[in-house]
């Protein structure tokens, strides 16, 4: 029918683009993790021999450490993300007025879409060796170099572009959510609290499950925050791929690493959708 | 002359659910005619088969003899006023109007006359340049009514025309909307869940119920004679006696005995009957005796039907007073009288419930 | 009956206090580094100095304008962000339009694939590209960044297309069409009309998205095609010096003006809960 090649041709354009610059881009990248590299060269030779030792190699050498310190420093900073961005989230819809409303929504979208950039920038001027708490820091004997400190600052640029995302996803949870509810346990006798974790918390549960994936995923993945916090101390999975292929050319590698990172991205999206698709079930 | 509106064995059936089943009806040029029945009674499929949003699986659709089963909405002459109006949030109240003088190929020139016109029928001449967020429910129906009206359609479609209003609103509108019909002597079809709706805007109603026709005629034929208890029931309040008919009484009628042991006389039904029948009385339709006046009332009435009870129950809905009376056999019944009594029966008090044997309305029993 | 007990109501008083603590501190937290950065970017001193500045003036911001290596990068960005989303914004729209209006066996996965750039590391993204590219033989930069950025934007311009055409009333179309338009023009008088806020913020997010990245363009730039962040993060690694303070106020100030135009053109609370944020 006619309209139905109208319809088709709707789809046509996003379908090349996806094709082209996404799904056959990935084959290729699954293909490259299996080629053999030949040290001193760009990426492997065309028809280069088929071989586990990109994976094999990942499996020896420290490259677990390297997905250990991303996870960990990761999770911290999404669940700090959640312990904060909840009760904003809830502050900003029940504490404040209309006006202040809008006021905090509008901060918080361009907290958003503030550059990635502006932030690690800030946050090292502000916190890092050279920055502008260097006396403080001193005063507290902390050592802006350690190692641990870095990785409280890594932490703090992921927390930095994770809290308003959170916020904002968890807003919308706590703004659908009947406030009469916990209103009426509260006249049952709860207090205000008890009200909320009885209440409040497992009906928001579906919300805090998106944030943590949202915040989760965007953490893993990130690229300039542990590069330019983390100066070469702390990487990530991300720094490590970008360092095989402007370092050492080393394609076939960082391709074998990407497959991995895609796997766990995706392991936590199926995991986290699964979860949440259960508790949808219960609700 | 041929019909303006035509259906001919018209089903649509979504997956196993059939929404309407071989339905035929026909509508004649400048007749209002009203699709009445419950939800998913297969009406508003009715209603979008009529207007093109559907397609019918089988039958034909006629508008002014032409067969237009298969063609789009934009290629069919029909109004439409949809339930929430539907009207453009984005356009102004006189772009609303003209967008189908534009589309459907109006001359240029002649749309802001034929714009205004139409805003000088539903009288809001000088809310043209209002969006239609900023207007009253009332005010946006005169909108969509205008709209649907501007492109002098064959047929004009109201679906739920005054569902969406307040009921004091309601009734206004309806003498407006009624008006403003006659006045353009459109072909229209009500679509509507409300039997006042339908009865006071259409010459004929067609109530439908899983998706065929249960009944159609005047207002005054399906309110007074409905042939089946669904109907009756949908077209006003009604009490019910159950029983079967156990012979004949004078003047043509027939007795029935109810199953609680009352003999009702009841006029004879027009077409051939089963013994087991339901009787239905309508709560305007019966008077209270009490006092004395119970014992005048059994002597001067032979066709009068006459049944001891007792009040169970008042109520006071202002221009009624509804009273529940437990009947001798048990039976409760709802009689409704007009608020010009000067003395009414206390609750618990013995009354006589009086009604005339013609206006019982009996019905096969079980349908 | 009621027993009261006192240290209930002391209970939720000390956790309403702590909820308002970590409130303040969070927006402390987001706040306080660029207050600062805002702050040294007018740093009147040459070097880096510790706070607060001695004196105020605009010669980091002079500087910032007089390295052309910034100043092809912005070019390059505001070129590239301007091209791929327009592109994402057209095809993405059309193919929500599609999957919007269609039902057929495999649509959720159809949409998944197509929301699936999201959740793909952006590295991975850029890596791939780069060897699929270079595979091909595709070597003109401007051309290999436009297609980074077209994949990772449209997906955001999918979703807000697809969300606001779910928030459409459907008998807005019907009525265009019974009094008398096409398709088509019901689709350019009605659809996109209503449609237009939700392009709108997705083309801001898109926009904002494509200006930021840094992870897919570091594989796609060549020595003379490249995006300002990639300039600024090779920078900012190199020297740590007050010129790209000036620069975060100046991207500071492009938030501002996307948040100007968000407002104006949709209005933040509706942003919340119409398929931009939460799932």
């Known amino acids: ?283 | 002359m041929t019909d303006t509106v035509e259906l001919t064995d018209v089903s649509k059936h979504y997956g196993p659910l059939v929404a309407v089943n071989r339905l035929s009806f026909t509508v004649s040029p400048g007749e209002t005619i009203a699709l009445l029945g419950p939800s998913g009674c297969g009406k508003t499929t009715t209603l979008r088969l009529i207007a093109g949003f559907e397609t019918p699986d089988t039958g034909t659709l006629r508008l002014a003899g032409e067969d237009v089963a298969r063609k789009r909405p934009y290629e069919r002459s029909i109004g439409l006023l949809f339930q929430h109006y539907a009207l453009f949030p984005h356009m102004s109240v006189a772009d609303n109007i003209a967008y189908g003088l534009r589309h459907r190929g109006f001359p240029r020139q002649d749309i802001p006359r034929l714009v205004a016109e139409m805003l000088a029928l539903v009288k809001l001449s000088d809310k043209a340049a209002q969006r239609p967020g900023q207007m009253s429910g009332g005010q946006q129906q005169r909108v969509a009514l205008a709209r649907a009206l501007a492109t002098q359609p064959k047929v004009v479609l109201l679906d739920e025309p005054l569902s969406a209003l307040d009921a004091k609103l309601r009734q206004e509108l309806r003498v407006e909307l009624k008006q403003v019909l006659a006045s353009v002597r459109a072909t229209t079809i009500v679509v509507t869940h409300d039997q006042e709706e339908a009865m006071s805007l259409a010459e004929r109603i067609i109530v439908m119920n899983h998706g065929a026709i249960a009944q159609q005629g005047t207002p005054d034929e399906i309110y007074s004679r409905p042939n089946s208890r669904f109907v009756a029931e949908f077209m006003g309040r009604s009490n019910w006696f159950a029983g079967r008919i156990s012979g004949q009484s004078g003047a043509g009628g027939l007795t029935f005995a109810t199953a609680s042991g009352i003999t009702l006389r009841i006029p004879a039904p027009a077409q051939p009957h089963p013994a087991e029948v339901d009787v239905c009385i309508r709560p305007e339709r019966i008077d209270l005796a009490w006092g004395t006046e119970a014992a005048e009332a059994a002597a001067v009435a032979p066709n009068i039907n006459q049944v001891a009870g007792r009040v169970a129950g008042a109520a006071l809905l202002g221009a009624d007073r509804q009273f529940l009376v437990e009947l001798v056999g048990g039976d409760r019944i709802v009689a409704s009288l007009p608020n010009r009594l000067r003395s009414v029966p206390a609750e618990g008090e013995p009354v006589s419930v009086c009604f005339a044997a013609e206006d019982c309305i009996v019905v096969p029993s079980g349908v | 009956m009621n027993v009261t007990r006192p240290n209930r109501r002391r209970i939720d008083d000390i956790i309403g206090w702590s909820t308002a603590a970590v409130v303040v501190l969070g927006l402390v937290f987001l706040l306080l580094p660029l207050l600062v950065t805002s702050v040294m970017a007018f740093d009147e001193r040459s070097f880096l100095g510790p706070m607060p500045p001695p004196g105020f003036s605009l010669h980091w911001f002079v500087r910032f304008f007089s390295q052309t290596y910034f100043l092809v990068g912005l070019r390059t960005s505001l070129l590239v962000a301007i091209v791929a989303c327009s592109i994402s914004l057209a095809a993405g729209a059309a193919a929500a339009l599609f999957l919007d209006r269609t039902q057929f066996w495999g649509r959720g996965v159809v949409l998944a694939t197509f929301l699936s750039p999201l959740v793909v590391p952006p590295v991975v993204i850029g890596f791939s590209l780069l060897l699929f590219l270079a595979q091909i033989g595709v070597t003109w930069g401007l051309g290999r960044l436009v297609v980074g950025h077209v994949i990772i934007t449209l997906p955001y311009a999918i979703r807000t297309a697809l969300a606001s055409l779910a928030g459409i009333d459907r008998r807005l179309e019907e009525a265009a069409l019974n009094l008398g338009a096409t398709e088509a023009r019901v689709l350019w008088t009605v659809t996109l009309p209503l449609i237009r806020t939700g392009l709108i913020s997705g083309a801001i997010f898109a926009f904002a998205v494509s200006l930021d990245d840094v992870a897919v363009s570091s594989f796609l730039t060549d020595p003379t095609t490249y995006t300002l962040p990639v300039a600024l993060v090779s920078s900012m690694r190199a020297t740590f010096d007050l010129t790209i303070a000036a620069a975060s106020v100046l991207l500071i100030g492009v938030t501002v003006v996307l948040m100007f135009i968000l407002d104006k053109a949709v209005g933040f609370d509706r942003l919340i809960g119409r398929g931009m944020f939460g799932r």
């Open chain 1, 1 to 283: 029918m006619r309209t139905t090649r109208i319809w088709l041709l709707l789809i046509l354009p996003s379908s090349l683009i996806l094709l082209g610059g996404f799904l056959l881009p990935m084959l290729g990248l699954g293909e490259e993790s299996f080629r053999l590299f030949t040290p001193g060269r760009v990426g492997a030779v065309a028809g280069a021999p088929l071989t586990l030792n990109n994976y094999l190699e990942l499996a020896t050498s420290g490259f677990l450490d390297f997905v250990v310190e991303t996870l960990r420093i990761s999770l911290i900073a999404t669940l700090i993300g959640l312990l904060i961005g909840f009760p904003m989230a809830w502050w900003i819809a029940r504490r404040l007025p209309r006006a202040g409303r809008a006021i905090a929504i509008g901060f918080l979208i361009a907290m958003v879409l503030l550059s990635v950039l502006v932030r690690t920038y800030a946050l090292e001027l502000t916190f890092g060796s050279v920055g502008l708490l260097r006396g403080v820091l001193r005063a507290l004997d902390i050592a802006p170099n350690g190692r641990g400190y870095i990785e409280c600052l890594v932490a703090a640029g992921l927390l930095h572009s994770v809290l308003p995302v959170t916020a904002l996803t968890l807003l919308g949870t706590v703004q659908n959510l009947d406030h009469r509810l916990t209103d009426a346990a509260q006249s049952l006798g709860a207090p205000a609290w008890r009200a909320h974790l009885s209440v409040t918390v497992p009906l928001c549960m579906p919300g805090l499950l998106a944030a943590f994936l949202i915040s989760f995923t965007f953490s893993i993945s990130a690229f300039v925050i542990p590069m330019v916090l983390g100066k070469g101390r702390v990487l990530f999975l991300s720094n490590l791929i970008y360092t095989r292929f402007s370092e050492i050319a080393d394609y076939p590698s960082g391709a074998a690493i990407s497959v991995v990172m895609l796997a766990i991205a995706l392991f936590f999206v199926v995991v986290v959708s699964n979860i949440a698709a259960r508790q949808g079930r219960k609700a």
